[in-house]
């Protein structure tokens, strides 16, 4: 259900950087159900965890009132990543979920809700995973100090409604499309990204 560009690469920037740190002395996998499988990895070069264990808590939002989380046979419903270095750090946090009511009504909850992170614009796309997320060194940010706010991707037109709220680096996301049938189902996206100087 969520094809994202900010998964996809941020994924590939994380797997590619902790492929070259040789210093990472992996632990012992933790997995206390077989919905809750993670990885965490703890050394002097940073810190990783890669698991299923997200929720829309985590995602910095309630959850809609009677969704479920998304039995996705194709697709893990939840990925919770993060890794922190003395250069980069970050963080994704993705959720899925179904409900039994319209899309309306999910849209209307969740752009209430989002407004707490600052003002919420509305994006229509063809399938989720318009935002994008970049992981800047400090010479890119000190040549551009200020976040670059979300705003929508291609040509705005689509049955996906994204709701977006924050910079390309710290942005919170809920994306609502209708269910085959009736119902709709939504992901909640949280991605934060910092530079050497940033925190998370």
Do not use: W
């Not at 993670?38 to 009677?66: E, T």
């Not at 179904?98 to 614009?121: C, H, N, Q, T």
């Not at 709220?165 to 009736?182: D, F, L």
Request: aromatic share 6%; net charge negative.
């Amino acid at each position: 259900m969520f094809r994202s560009m900010v998964f996809r690469g941020i994924v590939a920037a994380v797997f590619g950087t902790t492929a070259g740190i040789s210093s990472f002395a992996a632990q012992p996998q933790k997995q206390d159900s077989a919905q809750d499988k993670h990885l965490d990895i703890q050394s002097s070069a940073g810190d990783l965890h890669v698991g299923s264990d997200a929720d829309a808590r985590k995602a910095g939002l309630p959850l809609y009132p009677g969704a479920r989380l998304r039995r996705d046979e194709e697709n893990n419903s939840a990925a919770n990543l993060s890794l922190f270095t003395d250069a980069f750090g970050v963080k994704l946090v993705i959720a899925k979920y179904d409900s039994d009511d319209a899309p309306a009504k999910v849209i209307d909850f969740y752009r209430e809700k989002l407004k707490k992170y600052g003002k919420v614009i509305e994006c229509h796309t063809r399938e989720h995973g318009g935002s994008h997320a970049d992981v800047k060194d400090d010479d890119e940010d000190s040549r551009d100090a200020r976040p670059k706010e979300v705003k929508c991707e291609g040509d705005n037109t689509g049955p996906v409604t994204e709701l977006k709220v924050g910079t390309e680096n710290n942005q919170h996301v809920v994306a609502i499309e209708p269910k085959a049938g009736s119902g709709s189902t939504f992901a909640l996206v949280y991605v934060h990204t910092r530079g050497k100087q940033g925190d998370i």
